[in-house]
């Protein structure tokens, strides 16, 4: 019994190992050998100390380094300042105008130069982002998957009750 939990552990090592020098090896193209510090790691990159970029075309600049193709796109979404001179910009990822759900990457700069960034992209994609479905016919199957006697749409702005659950 021993000798099988021993097996697992050293395959799962072997897994984790293997799935980790993948994301490594990807994360370490030339493009990101060239922009980033020798401690950055996937989904945290630092920038060298003698490069400068400001957050408004850093990811046009850098699309190869960060494995962005044509239809990729970074969108500002928030920026905000903190009190100790940083500003940090955060980019949604979009693929041909669609939000790629859970993919941000934040900058961090300070004197308007990028000096970090982390968070995490979908890149390689190549997916039809046409819906198969109208939006009519969604929301009608929406509707009668639901019940419900009244909607939020329905209600007036000033109005607290929103909808009712039950008929």
């Known amino acids: 019994m021993k000798t099988n939990k021993t097996k697992l552990v050293i395959l799962l090592s072997l897994i984790g190992s293997d799935v980790f020098s993948q994301n490594d090896s990807t994360f370490w193209n030339s493009k990101m050998s060239e922009i980033a510090m020798p401690n950055s790691s996937p989904g945290w990159v630092r920038v060298k100390e003698n490069i400068q970029f400001a957050p408004d075309n850093f990811f046009t600049q850098n699309k190869d380094a960060f494995g962005l193709k044509q239809n990729d796109n970074m969108v500002l979404i928030k ?81 607290t009750t929103f909808w009712s659950v039950y008929p």
């Open 79 to 159: 920026t905000k300042s903190d009190e100790l001179g940083f500003t940090h910009y955060k980019y949604q990822h979009n693929y041909k105008g669609v939000k790629v759900e859970g993919c941000e990457y934040i900058l961090h700069t300070q004197g308007g130069n990028v000096l970090s960034a982390n968070g995490k992209l979908s890149c390689n994609l190549d997916i039809n982002v046409t819906p198969s479905v109208s939006e009519s016919s969604a929301l009608s199957s929406a509707l009668n998957s639901i019940i419900a006697t009244k909607y939020g749409w329905e209600e007036k702005k000033n109005d």
